[in-house]
């Protein structure tokens, strides 16, 4: 679950924080959770049906909720990776993850001290969200990304035709806006999206996919 050890346990502690203080526990309370396993097999093959381009895995882009992260939601991506779809996540760096960390070494935890019902912070880090979503599917339609990012043969290939942009709450608003900006996403798989962020819209009727 810690993908960056005590980096990553000290944002989830952080997440837990009185709204607009630093309360939160120890971080040490919250140690037991970095010997939590799942079941899974790492750097496992690709099925030979998508390894010998038979047939194409379906790409999926999952976004976390507020406070959560790329490691967050691990039991539904593994469950819909059971189902043959390429499942990628990101730890978005606008501030709503517990914690979120760029190649560069630039760190950013969650904080509490943002006003939550702050509609135009929301939509700054939406912008922010959707942007790095729709880098990932740059990267995602070079011809050889699974081969150099996972390291499949150079027969595999995704159906980016069926490409499915999905998340929870603030993450299912964030593919909801990746859907209908961007049209390369083909599904919109969004659970209990925060539509608050675009309240305004959809009482106006000025929101449509």
Known sequence: MFRHGYASRLGVVRATSTWDTEDHKNPWFYKYLDDVKMDTVQDGKLAKVFDSGELKPIPLIFCHGLAGSRTTYSGSCRDLASHGYIVLTLSHFDGTANYSKKKNGEEKYWTSHHPHQDIEFRRD???????????????????????????????????????????????????LQVAHDDDRAKVLFALDPWLWVIHEQIQTHSFFL
């Open 125 to 175: 880090c939406i912008n922010v969200r959707k942007a790095e979503v729709q880098t990932l599917m740059n990267d995602m339609f070079s011809a050889k990304f699974l081969s150099e990012t996972f390291h499949f043969g150079e027969e595999a290939k995704m159906d980016l035709e069926k490409l499915v942009i999905s998340g929870h709450s603030f993450g299912g608003m964030t593919a």
